[in-house]
C-alpha cells in the first residue's frame, strides 16, 4: 500500500524553518558540502538503490543537477556525511524542483531538522538551521522525495557554519591549466591537463554530457559522433570538494565511416512511394519519380500473418491503381534510377504491416522471403517500418544491450543475415516511431516492476545491435504524443522545437529509463534523418516549410533553436525523410523543393 502523503502545519513548517532564511554567516563559516553542486557526478554522495543521477538539464547553476527518482518503497534519498563542529549552528540549504522534495539533517546531536515542499516546474529554495550538540562531529545531509512520486531535482546544497578545520582545513583545489584536446579517432578525443596540486581525482565535461571522473591528469572520452565539434572543461577535485573548472578546449572529430550502403549524397532526401496501394493521395509511376529523392522506400511489402514471417511485395492493383506500370516497366524504371546513383529499398511493415518473429522458424522464412523480394525487384536493400504492436519487450527485458525477447533477436538475427549476404553495399534503413525510441528516455519496455507498455523504447536494442550496419534513422516525428527531451521538458510536434529536441536525443545519446549506467550511444549525423509528413494530409504533425528551415539551421549551424539548448552542431546530419513520395506531389511538391533549396539540391 502506498503510503499517505504527510501533513504539515504552517506552526511545523516554521520550527522547521520551512524556506525561512538562516542566521547571517560569520567571517569563519564556509560551506562544508563536498560537490553539492554535483559538478563532480555523485562523487560524495550516495543514493538509496541507485535512485540518483546527474543531469545537465534543467539546472539551478552551474552545469549540473541531481536528479533522482523514487520507485517502489524507496524514496530516493541522497546523503553525505559532513564534518562539523561541536556545539555550533549550521545553515542547510538547497534549491529542489518536484512534487514533494524534502531537505533534512540527522546525527545533529540535538534536534534533527527537515523541510519541505511542492515545486514541480520551478526551482525554489529551501533552507533550515540546527545547532550540533556538545559532542557531535559528523551529521547526514540529505534529500529525497516521496513514494509514488516521479523523479525530483536538487542543486547548490550546502551546510554552511563553523569549519571544524579551522584556518589550516582543507582548501578546494585550483582550476586546471593547459587544457589540450585532441581527435584520435572519428569518435575519440583525448585530454591532457597540468596536475594541480593536493588533487585526489579530476572531473572531466563535456557540453552537457554527464562528468567523467578521472584519476591523472588526462583522459579519452569516447562514444562521441563523427565530425562534431565537442567542448570540454576539466575541475580538480580533492577532500574539499570541487574546485573550479578550467578554461575550454575544443576538439572536432573527423568524419567517420562504417553503416551500411555507401553512396549516398552529403545530404539526402528520403520518401516512400505507395507502390502496392491507392489512398487519396494518388498513384506515381516509378519513372515519374523527380530526381530530387536520393532513396526511395516501396511501401509496402507485408507478412502473409502477424507471426509467419513470410513477406510479400506487388505492385498495386489495376483495379486500384489504373495508372500502374507493369512489372517488367517497374523493374526497369528501377534500374533507370539506380543507374542515377538512387537506391531503391523494400519497407517491411507499415501501419497494417505488424511483423512479429516470435520464432526462429519465421526469422528463417523472413529473410528467404525478404531476399526474393530484393533479387525480384534488383533492389538495394531494407526499410524496417515495424509499427504497432511488431515490437514489443518482455517482462524482464531492461537491458537494451543485450535483449532477450525473440521478436526482437530475431529480428536482430535476420536483417545481420541479409546484411551478411548483400555484403557492404546493402543499404538499411529504419523509421521507428517517438513512442519505440526517444520515450525510451523516461521508460524502457514493461519497467523493472512490471505495468508499463511493453513497446516503450522497444526500437532502441534493434538499431543499437545493428548501428554498425545501420545506413539511416529516420525516426517518425509525427502521429505522436509529447515526449520528454534531454532538457526534462516535454515536446509536441507540428514545429521546429519538436524535430530539434528528438534529433538532438539521437546524436547526443542518452540514458535508457534514466540509468546512467545503461546509456544509449549517439548514432553518427550521417546515419540520421528527420522523418515528417510531406502535407497536411499525410500525417498528424505536419511542419511548415519554415518550421523545416528553422530545425535544420538549429541542427547544423546551432541558430533558429528557440529555447532549446542542443548539445553539439552536426553539419553532417544525413537529411530528411517523408511520409510520402505521393503525397508531396498532391501538396505541389513543396516538401521536396524546400529540400532541394536548403541543400542546393
Known sequence: MRRALPLLTAAALAVAGFLAAGPPVAAADADLVRNGGFEAG??????????????????????????????????ARCSQTVTVAPDSTYTLGAWVQGAYVYLGASGTGTTDVSTWTQTPGAWKQLTTTFRTGPSTTSVTV???????????????????????????????????????????????????WSAVPGATSYTVHRDGAAPLSVTSASATVTGLTAATTYTFRVGAVNAAGAGPQSAPASAT???????????????????????????????VRMADVPASWDVINLAFGEPTSVTSGDIRFRLCPVAECPNVESEAEFKAAVKAKQAAGKKVL????????????????????????????????????????????????????????APTTPVVVNLISAVK????????????????????????????????WGGQDPRAGAYLPVI?????????????????????????????????????????????????????????PALRPDQVAIGLPATTDAGNGHTSPAEVTKALNCLTKKTDCGSYSTHGTWPALRGLMTWSINWDRFGGWGFSRNFDAYFGG
Open 42 to 75: 555523485l562523487d560524495g554522495w550516495s543514493c538509496s538503490g541507485g535512485s540518483g543521477a546527474v543531469v545537465s538539464a534543467p539546472v539551478h547553476g552551474g552545469g549540473s543537477a541531481l536528479r533522482a527518482t523514487p520507485a517502489g518503497q524507496d524514496n
Open 142 to 192: 540529505w534529500t529525497h522525495g516521496w513514494y509514488g512520486q516521479s523523479a525530483h531535482l536538487t542543486d547548490d546544497l550546502t551546510l554552511v557554519g563553523p569549519d571544524p578545520g579551522g584556518p589550516g582545513g582543507p582548501q578546494l583545489p585550483a582550476a586546471p591549466t593547459g587544457l589540450s584536446a585532441s581527435a584520435t579517432s572519428s569518435t575519440s578525443v583525448a585530454l591532457t
Open 253 to 283: 572529430t573527423p568524419g567517420g565511416g562504417g553503416g551500411g550502403g555507401g553512396g549516398l549524397p552529403a545530404h539526402a532526401l528520403v520518401g516512400y512511394l505507395h507502390t502496392s496501394f491507392a489512398n487519396g493521395s494518388g498513384y
Open 346 to 401: 523494400i519497407s517491411i511493415g507499415g501501419q497494417n504491416g505488424q511483423v512479429q518473429l516470435a520464432s526462429t522458424a519465421a526469422r528463417d522464412t523472413f529473410v528467404s522471403s525478404v531476399s526474393k523480394i530484393i533479387d525480384e525487384y534488383g533492389l538495394d536493400g531494407l526499410d524496417i517500418d515495424f509499427e504497432g504492436h511488431s515490437l514489443s519487450l518482455a517482462t524482464g527485458d531492461t537491458d537494451f544491450r
Open 417 to 448: 543475415t541479409l546484411k551478411a549476404k548483400y555484403g557492404p553495399g546493402f543499404v538499411l534503413t529504419m523509421a521507428p516511431e517517438t513512442f519505440f525510441v526517444q520515450l525510451g528516455y523516461q521508460y524502457y519496455g514493461s519497467g523493472p
Open 464 to 520: 543499437h545491435a545493428l548501428r554498425d550496419d545501420l545506413t539511416l534513422l529516420h525516426v517518425q516525428d509525427y502521429n505522436s504524443g509529447s515526449i520528454m527531451g534531454l532538457d526534462n521538458q516535454y515536446h509536441s510536434m507540428g514545429g521546429a522545437d519538436f524535430h530539434i529536441a528528438m534529433t538532438d536525443m539521437l546524436l547526443t545519446g542518452f540514458p535508457v529509463a534514466g540509468n546512467t549506467a545503461r546509456v544509449f
